[in-house]
């Protein structure tokens, strides 16, 4: 069967006892934050075991490329484990994403979740299996970044099979990139310069009719810009349905800058902005599932996504 004939696959709610598989497919993580998660999810009544190569470093990889897929596939292809978590992003998914077992992924699915980096694999797992993703904080925990309500707000999108809302903060230096309108569609991106990386190869997904999701970290302005061009040129922006945008944190220049940019590039497009949203790399990140339907609501000020799990 064609795989774009196959409706989006959701792994079962995770109950207290369940496993879950600590990997890192992209940079290294540093151990002590990782206890932090550790504590975290079994705060939950969950069972985080970490992959046999978790904790390796191969300078600004978390171990060599064979062991990270190695890793990933084990988790994906392991009955007892129900959900998959990264530790961090950082770069190097891309380098093992073809590797992916994605018959695994089919036929025992179970929600990965992490962002940043990690958007590179959640797109090939939709791709390449129709598989609800969670994109949210990664198990290298950081309080500091990831307080109370953003823990909260990954545990209900793993625990509950409630539709997860997100509302916008009025706030974030994004939240003038907003557009008046509503609109239903799949859920789909993640981190801008891995969704921008991902044209021309197999994960790149179909927007037509979509909810883009971007969010980025550390990215200038003009960078921004460059993304944003890139993907309308190639024609990926023509038939989006909405546009969430969460936060663009990070970068040596005027946030307003930023937020110039992204009104200009997506006020362009003709469809419901909703800017604001705290979700990526900034302070309070919350969870949203990715690869599900959603409904934007620029109006209401709302993102609502159908729950990853089931």
């Known amino acids: 069967m064609p795989v774009d004939s196959i409706a989006t696959v959701r792994g079962p709610v995770l109950r207290p006892g369940d496993t879950v598989a600590v990997v890192s497919p992209a940079g ?3 151990p002590e934050l990782v206890e932090v998660g550790l504590d975290l999810f079994r705060s939950w009544g969950l069972n985080p075991v970490l992959g046999a190569h978790a904790l390796d470093r191969d300078g600004f990889l978390a171990g060599r490329d064979e062991d990270r897929a190695a890793d990933l596939n084990a ?13 961090r992003g950082g770069y190097g998914a891309q380098r ?3 590797e992916i077992d ?6 025992d699915p179970k929600p990965v979740v992490g ?3 990690i958007t590179a694999l959640q797109l090939a797992l939709w791709r390449g299996a129709r598989l609800a993703c969670v994109h949210g904080p990664g198990l290298a925990w950081r309080p500091s970044r990831t307080g109370d309500l953003s823990a909260e707000s990954l545990r209900d999108a793993l625990l509950t099979t409630r539709p997860v809302v997100v509302k916008q903060d009025p706030a974030a230096p994004t939240a003038p990139v907003t557009c008046g309108g509503s609109a239903a ?3 789909l991106g993640g981190n801008l310069c891995l969704l921008t990386t991902s044209l021309g190869t197999p994960d790149f997904p179909d927007l037509a009719g979509a909810v883009l999701l971007i969010e980025d970290v550390a990215e ?11 993907l309308r040129r190639a024609g990926a922006l023509a038939e989006v349905a909405a546009v969430a945008v969460g ?4 970068a040596d220049a005027d946030p307003a800058t930023t937020t110039e940019v992204l009104t200009d590039a997506l006020g362009q497009l003709g469809v419901p902005v909703l800017g604001g949203l705290p979700i990526g790399h900034g302070d309070g990140q919350l969870t949203v599932p990715v690869g599900v339907p959603a409904t934007l609501d620029a109006e209401a000020g709302t993102l609502t996504a159908s729950a990853a799990v089931c």
């Open 115 to 117: 962002f940043s980096d």
């Open 28 to 30: 290294p993580a540093e």
């Open 185 to 187: 569609g799949t859920l």
């Open 102 to 107: 994605l018959a695994a992924a089919r036929r």
């Open 220 to 230: 200038p302005p003009y960078k921004v810009d460059r993304m944003l061009t890139q």
């Open 75 to 87: 988790a994906l292809r392991d009955p007892q484990v129900r959900a998959v978590v990264a530790t």
């Open 247 to 250: 936060q663009f944190v990070g």
């Open 96 to 98: 093992i994403v073809d």
